[in-house]
């Protein structure tokens, strides 16, 4: 069944939505469409009060990992964790609390992957897939979606695609996947691509990036035929946006967890 996926996003040590494509070296490209003034415990706290399992943390650059742990000692063991994660503090987030790590950029030394460093967070985690989700957020190139890195702004050598599923599934428990071009922009979703990851992958998926309505969660369900989840960011209510209402992404989740009984 496709639910609602919350998301807490903090930049410099605090919770934003952003547009994704515009993350640099660069602060002054930055776009950001809200700036909470509630700490990431509070909506770690919301989401818990809601049942809303599978949340992803993300650590977008320094600044992030006090807020990161705050929203972690608020809901231990039920939050996913992302930004800045590699075989060498990838344990360390679980014992803080973490349920699960997200994997990104670790994995792409130069913009190239590395089996081997995948191989060697699992060994960090004990050999435990079910703490390890890899993020495949990409970008799409004429007619291939690419994986990017670095805040979405290096492409890397890997194609999001059947084959690099298949390498990666043995690994890791769930993907996670921002189109970053959409991301933050609530000019809809990528639905050739959750059409795609509906296809490709075996283990759960979730899609973020672009959703600006409720009805992008039934869009997404037919789409993928309930194999991918979606997380909506800025238009969410509680960030600031004005098109989506955070209890009916709730009841959307109860409406879910009823049918499938």
């Known amino acids: 069944m496709t639910i609602f996926r919350p998301c807490i996003d903090l930049h410099a040590g605090q919770v934003k939505q952003i547009v994704g494509g515009t993350l640099s070296a660069n602060p002054s490209n930055l776009q950001t469409n809200h700036v909470s003034k509630l700490p990431a415990a509070h909506f770690a706290k919301l989401y818990k009060d809601h049942a809303l399992y599978g949340a992803h943390v993300i650590m977008l650059g320094p600044g992030n990992e006090a807020s990161a742990r705050e929203a972690l000692a608020e809901w231990p063991s039920e939050l996913q964790v992302g930004g800045g994660i590699t075989d060498a503090n990838a344990r360390q987030w679980i014992e803080w ?54 805040k979405w702004q290096t492409l890397t050598n890997m194609d999001l695609n059947e084959e690099s599923i298949k390498v990666l599934e043995p690994f890791c428990s769930e993907f996670l996947v921002h189109a ?12 050739a691509l959750v059409e795609r990851l509906s296809q490709w992958c075996t283990i759960p998926v979730t899609y973020a990036g672009g959703g600006k309505n409720i009805e992008d969660l039934e869009k997404v369900r037919k ?33 879910q967890e009823k049918s499938s009984v």
Not at 127 to 136: A, E, I, Q, R, Y
């Open 180 to 191: 970053a071009d959409n991301e933050g922009l609530q000019r809809g979703i990528d639905e």
């Open 97 to 150: 609390g973490a349920e699960k790590v997200i994997v990104t950029s670790y994995l792409f030394p130069n913009a190239t992957f590395s089996l081997d460093r995948l191989k060697a967070i699992l060994e960090a985690l004990g050999g435990d897939k079910s703490k390890l989700v890899v993020d495949l957020s990409c970008r799409k190139q004429a007619d291939r979606w690419i994986v990017a890195m670095n």
């Open 223 to 255: 789409l993928s035929h309930g194999r991918v989840d979606l997380t909506i960011g800025s238009a969410l209510d509680i960030f600031g946006g004005e098109n989506v209402q955070f209890d009916d992404c709730v009841a959307w989740n109860k409406k």
